[in-house]
């Protein structure tokens, strides 16, 4: 029989294979997805690298959209760890996108440009850290569960969106508004066609001050401590509230930076679409990175590779982007069935303590279970 | 009163019975799953899978009830991965459901694509119940339905009864409530949770096709438009109660159909506002019911998401 042992710790050789075979078999789900629908996996998969990586230019637009995975993912890593499931990371990059951008447009025209964009990231921060702090006071206080709170949230920040852009921020009735002044687009660093910018530098100085929150401080220390066992935590002195509070603000934060630095230094203008679905992306990598902030930008930029050819392969084979999210959740899927091995030791054993049987019926079937029972008790006599 | 008013009123309340039946499906699945133990949050991809299979099925076949079945049997073999992984394999619920969730999305916007805005000719059609739909106001609302909508009628007695008076519902239960207390009594803890899981899964594809195969018969990305999330906020509002169920679920389509009689009437009231009234509603609703499930200690499974293994103390 099967026989399962809590580990203590998951060995490294593990945790770098489990996601790797994850990944693949992720893939090989994607192509028997494609197979159904009569589409060529292997041409599809060689039009994504090449759409992701095929040019300097389309390597820097991956870039582009790895920027707010980093951002979002490394804030991630952070709450998860403490087992306070933030789903909400779309609403919080809404939040940020939306009070970033008041600024943007309604602010004073006078204002100097450093001055600005500063206070536009501090306000789009401040947005997303508010947008999650309710349902991480609701989860402290009330206990009411964080993933259907974060998840509603995402809605009703959609629609406020929604409103803004059918309401007063709209051009002319359109959804769209006025194009950012250049005082209120944050630098891009390439020339131009690429659209990669500053931000990309929030995401790697994130990732590293997160690493050290975790794996240096007493905060950290604490997070984990949380996670591994809430009633530990409480023993030990630790401020629950404290921490899933300032956890939940971290996490909703660099999720508002990441929502206000794409809008206004890629988009330049607010609108319907900002790409907040990258939420949803940056929860897959911050579990394929295993909750790991550095690893996680190494993840983020992969599946920023798999957006930016899945947007290649909608555009140029016509094959629908919903492939994107079947290989990126049968990815996740392989994850967590890897947890068995990862969480577990897991071996094969003979049972030794096997209770007689009643009656056992001699038979050429049933001779090789008898023998088996035999040399179990063998060995147990010995 | 004025019969203007309450022709309107019969109207909204009726299509309030519709919406509030798409919810119904998924709500009691996931009441029945989670009694189990197992929490499954990808409602929103089982229920997307449902719609979409279901509607292919109606397509094809010319039958909207053949594509109902199909579209359950989909979802029913999605909600299978979950219990494979939560049940067997012992990974984590929450994030398993949120995969589910977005590989419902993703696959059936894949194969959905060439499907989009491409109408069913042969929608489920009314069949008004004699006798009953002649009551005045009530026969209306109620007892003029479809097929459907009379299914869950019968599927929220007949669960109702099977949790609270039968061995069935008693082991069930006992598997959700203490696993080890269920497998010492002799209960297949690992059967039930996947029989439960999978059912659960196949009534939220009931209520996605629903959607595809009556209320509105055509295919459209995210048909579901987040409805799977609304239910699994409803199975706290119901503290894990087949009748509760029914209760949120008609009053949150009385929310929806209250406002799509608004917007199609015209108001002033801004639409965003009124499209985030359902989620507004939940949000409130689910914050209220924590508070209620705690005072009163009723309802939440105790092992509700944590895997069971026999060898661990």
């Given amino acids: 029989m099967l026989r399962f042992e809590k580990r203590d710790k998951t060995p490294v050789r593990l945790r770098v294979l489990v996601p790797i075979c994850s990944v693949l078999l992720g893939l090989l ?13 292997v041409r599809v998969y060689g039009a994504i690298v090449k759409g992701a990586f095929g040019s300097a230019y389309t390597f820097s637009e991956t870039l582009v959209i790895a920027v707010p995975l980093i951002l979002i993912s490394v804030g991630l890593c952070l709450v998860y760890r403490m087992k306070f499931f933030n789903i909400g990371a779309k609403g919080q990059y809404i939040m940020g996108a939306i009070c970033g951008s008041y600024l943007a447009l309604f602010g004073p025209a006078t204002m100097s440009r450093p001055v600005l964009l500063t206070l536009m990231l501090v306000l789009g921060t401040l947005g997303g850290a508010l947008w999650a702090i309710i349902p991480a006071l609701l989860k402290v206080y009330w206990n009411v569960n964080e993933v259907i709170a974060t998840l509603l949230l995402n809605y009703i920040a959609s629609y406020i969106l929604w409103f803004f852009m059918y309401g007063t921020w709209g051009t002319r009735g359109f959804p769209l508004s006025k194009n950012f002044a250049l005082n ?6 390439l020339p131009a066609p690429s659209r990669l910018h500053i931000g990309l530098f929030f995401g790697l100085a994130a990732a590293v001050i997160v ?23 409480r023993y030990a002195g630790i401020n629950v509230f404290k921490t899933v509070i300032i956890a939940a603000v971290i996490s909703g934060g660099l999720a508002g930076l ?17 790409n907040s679905d990258y939420g949803y992306t940056a929860i897959i990598a911050a579990w394929l990175a295993g909750l790991d902030p550095l690893v996680a930008v190494g993840v983020s930029v992969l599946l920023a590779a798999l957006e930016a050819g899945g947007y290649q392969i909608q555009i140029v084979m016509r094959v629908p982007f919903g492939i994107v999210g079947v290989i990126e959740s049968s990815i996740l899927f392989c994850l967590l069935a890897g947890e068995i091995i990862t969480h577990y030791r897991v071996t094969l054993t003979r049972r030794l303590s096997t209770p007689p049987r009643s009656t056992p019926r001699i038979g050429k079937k049933c001779s090789g279970a ?3 029972r035999a040399r179990g008790a063998h060995e147990s006599c010995l | 009163m004025n019969p203007a008013f309450d022709s309107i009123l019969i109207k909204v309340l009726a299509g309030a019975v519709q919406s509030g039946t798409i919810l119904l499906f998924p709500t009691l699945g996931e009441v029945l799953t989670e009694r189990s133990g197992v929490l499954n949050l990808g409602l929103e991809g089982l229920m997307l899978i449902g719609a979409f299979f279901g509607f292919l099925g109606a397509m094809k076949t010319g039958n909207p009830y053949v594509g109902l079945l199909l579209g359950m049997a989909a979802a029913a073999a999605a909600a299978a991965i979950h219990a494979f992984i939560c049940v067997t394999l012992r990974g984590n619920q929450t994030v398993t459901g949120l995969a589910l969730a977005i590989f419902g999305t993703g696959l059936t916007s894949f194969y959905g694509d060439r499907w989009v805005s491409q109408r069913l000719t042969t929608p489920i059609k009314p069949m ?6 002649q009551i005045p106001v009530v026969g209306p609302i109620l007892f003029s339905q479809d097929l459907i909508v009379y299914a869950g009628y019968i599927l929220v007695a007949l669960f109702w009864f099977l949790l ?3 061995k069935v519902g008693v082991n069930l239960r006992a598997v959700g409530e203490n696993a080890k207390a269920a497998d010492a009594m002799g209960v297949n803890v690992v059967g039930t949770r996947y029989f439960w899981t999978i059912l659960g899964g196949a009534l939220a594809g009931a209520g ?10 055509y295919w459209l990305n995210g048909i579901t438009s987040g409805k799977g999330w609304i239910a699994v906020a409803l199975v706290v509002f119901a503290m894990w109660n087949p009748f509760n169920a029914l209760v949120g679920a008609f009053l949150f389509g009385s929310i929806e159909a209250l406002q799509l009689q608004l917007q199609a009437g015209g108001t002033y009231i801004n639409s965003a506002l009124l499209s985030m009234l359902p989620y507004i509603t939940t949000f409130a609703v689910i914050i209220v019911a924590t508070l209620i499930v705690r005072v009163r200690h009723v309802g939440t499974p105790k092992e509700l998401g944590i895997p069971y293994a026999r060898e661990e103390k």
């Fill in chain 1, 29 to 41: 789900a994607g192509s028997v997805v494609m197979l159904f629908a009569r589409v060529n996996p």
């Fill in chain 1, 184 to 189: 209120a687009q944050l630098p891009r660093i």
């Fill in chain 1, 211 to 233: 690493w050290i929150i975790i794996r240096k401080t007493r905060f950290g220390y604490e997070t984990r401590v949380l996670g591994d066992n809430e009633r530990a935590a």
């Fill in chain 1, 258 to 274: 990441a929502g206000i630095a794409h809008t206004s230094a890629v988009l330049r203008i607010l609108q319907l679409e900002i």
């Fill in chain 1, 370 to 372: 008898l023998d088996e």
């Fill in chain 2, 128 to 133: 008004a119940i004699p006798g009953l739909s």
């Fill in chain 2, 164 to 166: 609270f008076k039968t």
């Fill in chain 2, 208 to 217: 996605g096709a629903y959607i595809t195969c009556c209320i509105h018969p």
